[in-house]
């Protein structure tokens, strides 16, 4: 009956360094961020962009967690840390301005006026043939009727008549 023999102690087993584990998920997760934060406003979808770095490392952390880490503990130390700086940015950008501003892209104006500014459509890699889609979505047939759009920080395009 060794098919059913759990050794309990190599399931729990810390074999990595506690600290290495908390350093290799800050690393991950600062670097991560940093790169996204370059990427266009569309790349993260629905999700604010420390949301999608979130889920997309716990996943991460949780595959190891079942596989590649010697032990689940591992796995949940990594977690741990993923979700503690996940935490603390989240507060740090509602209570600073600046940590806010590092963290969060200001909404970028594609259509001003009635006017398309291509240099900001460039940008975020928004085709004519995309804009018009997301208009007509929205119930407009002509960019002339708009005072303004935005694409937001989370990649939405937001749009105010005249």
Do not use: C
């Amino acid at each position: 009956m060794e098919l059913f023999t759990i050794d309990w102690k190599e399931i729990f087993a810390v074999e990595m360094g506690v600290f290495e584990l908390v350093l290799r998920g800050t690393l991950i997760y600062v670097g991560i961020l940093v790169l996204l934060r370059i990427l266009p406003r569309r790349t993260g979808g629905e999700f604010e962009m420390m949301d999608f770095l979130f889920i997309i490392l716990i996943a991460e952390a949780a595959t190891h967690a079942l596989g590649d880490y010697s032990s689940i503990t591992e796995g949940f130390i990594v977690i741990i840390t993923l979700m503690t700086w996940n935490y603390v940015l989240n507060v740090l950008t509602y209570h600073s301005p600046f940590v806010e501003r590092l963290m969060a892209a200001k909404p970028l104006p594609i259509i001003k006026n009635g006017k398309l500014i291509r240099k900001n459509m460039r940008r975020e890699y928004i085709t004519l043939a995309e804009l018009m889609e997301h208009l007509r979505e929205q119930g407009l047939e002509d960019y002339q009727d708009i005072k303004i759009a935005q694409v937001e920080g989370n990649g939405k395009i937001s749009i105010i008549r005249f």
